[in-house]
């Protein structure tokens, strides 16, 4: 129900030096007063105060109470954070206390599916807040950062203003042709103020897509023929013996995750078994897994045994991996090379890199190639911070209706023009929620955790 009072953790079960737990709703102060000795709740000034069980009147902590007075909250209701001291136990007890006597547990989202209907944010600054939390590198938390603080939805607005503007004069010229100014200046006016939004939103749409491979962690698969040295390869990157390696042939049979810290991102490092017509079922289920693994991630790093004439193997590997954004690494480097270096160029990749696992040579330049594949150092510079899917599928599609707009106006239809210019707006208005169905809604705050 709309009007209740909801309580939930805000911050993620465990120890630490604080847990919050968020109270939103009419009944927030009160329910404080309740299970505390707090006298006098007043906005935004914290106090300090005891936690304590309103029947048994045992202490339950000593919390640091701070309230927002409605509209002044981030739902718009009279909201209250208390602030405990870090154990999961406590935080329980203290739920459960906010439960009995009167809150009910926060649905995922609930707190800021308030905040977007009581007007504080707007859906696309809304699904921001959860990519924020959700963000795997440094650069998506940057792009959601900016979509929150409503740099997208000001930017959408003024192209909504626009849009509306030339609609208006469109329908004025239509039904009073002769008041307007000559027709043509009109028409190719509208039509080029049409075209540059257009290219607007699409720009928007491109930089999302760009940028979104940097939204979840990033995973790399260490991958070729059998023995080309991956596994070594994957403890010189962690810098300590995590896998077995073996100068057989098929030593690694699962696929084995680690995590790399790259400072501004955390990356996964997958090591499969070598690709090769598998020579037992337990090894084909493990190729199998690998290839799973392999279409999942971000980016290859194909190992080749370097010491090695390259062969079928080799060549089958490079091929299957052409379309992926893969680094090629000339591994065994400590040994005499085989490899015709001038045919590695030539293929499609992101970086060629020579390594020797035994002595470390290169292993740092791989590392520097992986890490500099997460963390680009030109991000595309957007109007619009897009965060999510949803947004782009409707400004494609409002970015299509101009472009038909555009096409009528051309053609001399401008009552058509004039309709796709008011299509291309409610599409607008459905990325920031100005439109919104209780279904869309749903949908989009069920994505979220418990507590925001
Ligand atoms: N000289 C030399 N030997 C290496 C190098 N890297 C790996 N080796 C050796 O090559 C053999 C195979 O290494 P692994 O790391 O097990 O190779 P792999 O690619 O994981 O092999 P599979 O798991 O069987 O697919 C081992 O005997 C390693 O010691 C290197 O850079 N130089
Ligand atoms: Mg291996």
Not at 187 to 208: H, N, P, W
Not at 217 to 237: H, I, Q, Y
Request: charge should be negative.
């Amino acid at each position: 129900m709309k009007g209740d009072t909801i309580a939930a953790p805000a911050t993620p079960p465990g120890r630490g030096a604080v847990s919050v737990i968020k109270i939103s709703g009419a009944e927030s102060f009160s329910l404080v007063h309740k299970i505390s000795d707090v006298k006098h709740l007043e906005h935004r000034r914290a106090i300090l105060c005891r936690i304590i069980h309103p029947e048994t009147k045992d202490v339950v902590d000593q919390a640091l109470v701070l309230p927002f007075k409605a509209p002044h909250s981030q739902t718009g209701e009279d909201l209250v954070e208390i602030h405990l001291h870090g154990n999961p136990f406590l935080v329980n007890m203290v739920l459960r206390l906010l439960f009995e006597h009167g809150a009910r547990p926060a649905m995922p989202g609930e707190f800021t599916r308030r905040a977007f209907e009581n007007g504080k944010i707007d859906l696309l600054q809304a699904e921001s807040v959860a990519e924020i939390v959700a963000a795997g590198s440094e650069v998506w938390l940057r792009h959601s950062a900016r979509a929150l603080v409503g740099e997208g939805s000001e930017i959408l607005k003024e192209i909504r203003e626009k849009l509306l503007q030339a609609a208006v004069r469109l329908e004025t010229y239509i039904e009073f042709p002769e008041e307007e100014e000559p027709a043509a200046i009109t028409v190719s006016e509208i039509r080029s103020s049409i075209l540059s939004l257009k290219s607007l939103v699409e720009r928007a749409v491109q930089g999302y897509r760009l940028l979104s491979r940097y939204r979840s962690e990033g995973k790399v698969v260490l991958t070729g023929p059998p023995n080309a040295g991956k596994s070594s390869l994957l403890n010189a990157l962690v810098g300590f013996e995590r896998v077995v390696t073996s100068p057989e042939a098929g030593t690694t049979r699962d696929y084995v995750e680690v995590l790399l810290d790259a400072g501004g991102a955390m990356i996964t490092a997958v090591d499969t078994p070598g690709l090769r017509e598998p020579e037992t079922p337990v090894e084909m289920r493990g190729i199998d897994l690998a290839r799973r693994v392999l279409n999942e991630s971000h980016l290859l790093v194909l190992v080749l045994d370097a010491s090695k004439e390259p062969g079928e193997e080799e060549k089958r590997v490079l091929d299957e991996t052409e379309t992926r954004d893969r680094i090629i690494v000339l591994n065994k480097c400590d040994l005499p090379l085989r490899w015709d270096e001038k045919e590695l160029e030539n293929r499609k990749r992101y970086k060629l890199v020579r390594t020797s696992a035994i002595t470390g040579e290169g292993v740092g330049l791989l590392r520097k190639a992986i890490e500099e594949f997460f963390l680009p150092s030109d991000v595309p510079d957007v109007d619009v911070a897009f965060v999510r899917e949803r947004q782009c599928a409707l400004a494609e599609k409002a970015a299509e209706a101009l472009k038909k707009a555009a096409e009528h106006l051309n053609s001399g239809f401008a009552d058509l023009a004039a309709a796709e210019l008011r299509e291309a707006m409610r599409l607008l208005e459905e990325i920031t929620g100005e439109i919104s169905t209780e279904e869309v809604l749903n949908t989009i705050f069920a994505t979220f955790c418990i507590g925001k």
